[in-house]
Nanobody, 124 residues
């Protein structure tokens, strides 16, 4: 298993949730790690990305200021702290790894490895 996501659950609007993604093998040495989400009936969309060094992060406008991506290279994990959750954040969240840059990092095709997804449900 290259990527294993966890931490999803059912919360109320305004609550916080922390997702984690454990990486192994080649995925653990990826230059960029990202989070995407897929809302039922819609295409998978970009959420956030972080560089291996941690000195670069980028967020979708819809989560900017509420979500924080971080990386612990010693533990080979990438986390997504989600605050002030809204019902529209309800989705299956996927972590992804890009060993090198070969595309636009907000697009799924730039990533070689994907986790199995963890479901987040935010009730109003």
């Amino acid at each position: 298993v290259q990527l294993q996501a966890s931490g999803g659950g059912l919360v109320q609007a305004g609550d916080s949730l922390r997702l984690s993604c454990a990486a192994s093998g080649l995925a653990a040495r990826s230059l960029y790690m990202g989070w995407f989400r897929q809302i039922q009936g819609k295409e998978r969309e970009f959420v956030a990305v972080i560089r291996w060094s941690g000195d670069f992060t980028y967020y979708a406008d819809s989560v900017k200021g509420r979500f924080t991506i971080s990386r612990d290279n010693a533990k080979n994990t990438v986390n997504l702290q989600m605050n002030s959750l809204k019902p529209e954040d309800t989705a299956v969240y996927y972590c992804a790894a890009a060993p090198w840059v070969r595309g636009i990092l907000t697009v799924g095709t730039a990533y070689d490895y994907w986790g199995q997804g963890t479901e987040v449900t935010v009730s109003s």
